[in-house]
């Protein structure tokens, strides 16, 4: 548990103290912005392999333990995951890196940013929180609550930077989206409309959902019906 301790702290340190703070933008007028996401990406990738590989190795210490009638309620609660990440991968936001081009244009909250501006770090919160509540040991708790701080943290830390860099055409962003999900919608700020999702995302987050739903006993040992 030690070395997934370890492990935990510096994937999140690196993003919380690094990535979106002032120390960043120093570090990139020093070394120019190639250099600097160079070296974080490879940070990032050995932060996240040292993770994988101390989470495999770490015992098995029980917390409240698998939770038989969980089982269907994570698998509903994983396809909306599987929506928001896939829905969040495939549209063009300006909270990505080089997407900062679209707050230039005239409406760029459409499609899924219209329910959020982070979909992707949502959807991936939601995995992490399914994963930590269904496993029910003290390594699920580290690697999955890690995770879980470090996208909700990341959706703050992406707003404060891109505040900073790009002043009231962020903030035209955000009076018309929302970090939390429908929060926009529920403010009157925004308005829902599923077509400008694209039935094609919805149709391949259900594919890639059913396909993970089918081998996953086969590639992670649990299954996650039964």
Same mark, same amino acid.
């Given at each position: ?5 370890l492990a ?12 979106? &703070? ?12 190639? #250099? ?11 932060g996240l392999?040292?993770? #994988? ?5 770490? @015992? ?30 495939? =549209?063009?936001?300006? &909270?990505?890196?080089? *997407? ?7 409406? @760029? ?30 390594a699920a ?9 470090? !996208?909700?943290?990341? !959706? ?17 962003? !955000? ?12 403010? *009157? ?13 919805? =149709? ?19 299954? @996650?019906?039964?």
């Amino acid at each position: 548990m030690t070395q997934l301790t370890l492990a935990a702290l510096f994937f999140v340190g690196i993003h919380f103290l690094i990535a979106g &703070t002032r120390w960043r933008d120093r570090l990139i007028e020093k070394y120019g912005e190639r #250099i600097y996401r160079i070296g974080f990406s490879s940070l990032s990738l050995l932060g996240l392999v040292w993770l #994988i590989y101390a989470y495999r190795r770490a @015992p098995y210490i029980e917390t409240w333990g698998q939770l038989a009638w969980f089982k269907p309620v994570a698998a509903l609660l994983m396809l909306v995951a599987f929506f928001l990440a896939v829905a969040g991968v495939t =549209t063009p936001n300006p &909270t990505a890196v080089n *997407g900062e081009s679209l707050l230039s244009e005239a409406e @760029p909250a459409r499609g899924i940013l219209r329910i959020t501006r982070h979909p992707f770090l949502w959807g991936i919160g939601l995995w992490a929180v399914v994963h930590l509540i269904a496993n029910g040991d003290a390594a699920a708790l580290v690697l999955f609550g890690s995770l879980l701080i470090l !996208t909700i943290g990341g !959706t703050r830390s992406i707003d404060a930077k891109r505040q900073r860099h790009f002043g009231e055409q962020w903030a035209k962003f !955000t009076a018309v989206t929302s970090n939390i999900p429908f929060n926009a919608i529920r403010e *009157g700020r925004n308005q829902l409309k599923l077509t400008e999702i694209g039935w094609w995302r919805i =149709t391949l987050a259900v594919v890639l959902y059913l396909a993970i739903l089918h081998f996953h006993s086969k590639l992670f040992g649990v299954s @996650p019906l039964f």
